[in-house]
């Protein structure tokens, strides 16, 4: 017999992996999926290390270690104006997707509405399906992505409460502003949405732009789950480390389906995370500087390829134009580019319901320079 929940039907593994697999069936070079195999800073490599040397491999309580919560709680008073208390307020993860199963799980009800805004990241559509919830669309506009009060106004159902904002966003880079973010507020205080926040890129931006985090706006803490990360900051994808601040009320019922669904985050990677927490204010600001230059490598080859980019303002993602290979569905051009020159992407049918998705690549710049050099080498190519 076979058995498999309703809340699957319709769901298939995310393109961002299944290009992976493509990247690696014919060796190429995978600026797809977002591993950022950059390394990982000493200080938290060794703090793990240190940690697992001292056995501190047994579980934790469910919302982290204090060490690590009180680091946390002063790294977001300092860097994100947000005041969080390190006892009841703040929850370490089994990353950020983990933090936002929790959140969706213990906060919704199914049948609830989450209003996504488009492009979205896929795993913010499909974690929200298999809770029960309905999706709804909101999209936001290339090559701006504005978001306007009047649009989201428009966009919020009966049903909806809640709304997701990745900012800066995967795929497409976009940093919501203040004024933006404040329009939001208005909705959301209007309308009694909770909202629901992505942050895991806050430290990778560019052009001397500012993270505003929406809890930072007046009449949002009371109503959001700020939910960042570490796998990007430190280069860790595969430790799985992300924490979330939310008000009392609302944290406590995220711990309990924290608990419930993972226990605790690694005990020993917390130690190492702790560590992160105390680098230098350089060691953050050079993230952007590194990351530009990154940038725009890819960029420049990009056009050069005849695949104008989407500059993006934020985060380690580009969109690009996928109209000049010829392809009837990102799918088939991914596939084709991936063929061609050997390196991989990601159809822009992952973030879209459907048009303009289409007709969109995304690609992820958080390598090494000679692999993303030689990516760029083998974009030209296809003109010459």
Known sequence: MAFQSRRLQGLAQS??????????????????????????PPPVAAGAKAAIDARASTYTYPEGIAELRELISEKLARDNGIRAAPDGEIVVTIGATGAFAATVTALLDPGDGILLMEPYYGYHLNTAVVAGLEPHYMTLAAPKFELTEDAL????????????????????????TRAELEALARVARERDLLVITDEIYEYIRYDGRAHVSPASIPGLWERSVSIMGLSK?????????????????????????NDLYYVCAPAPLQHGVAEGFRMPASFFESLQTEYQRKRDIVCDALADAGLDPIVPEGAYYVLADASALGHATSRGAAMAL???????????????RAAPGESILRFCFAKEDEVLEEAARRLRARRA
């Open 153 to 176: 106004r428009e966009a919020v159902q009966p049903n909806t409460r809640a709304v997701v904002v990745c900012t800066p966003s995967n795929p497409s880079g976009k940093i919501f």
């Open 338 to 352: 991936l063929e061609e020159c050997g390196v991989a992407s990601v159809p822009g049918s992952a973030f879209y």
């Open 233 to 257: 900051t430190f280069s860790i994808t595969g430790w799985r480390m992300g924490y979330l601040a939310a008000p009392e009320p609302l944290a406590r019922s995220i711990t309990l389906v």
């Open 15 to 40: 393109d961002i992996r299944r290009m992976s697999r493509e990247c690696n069936r014919v060796g190429g070079i995978n600026l797809g999926q977002g591993l950022c195999d950059m390394p990982t």
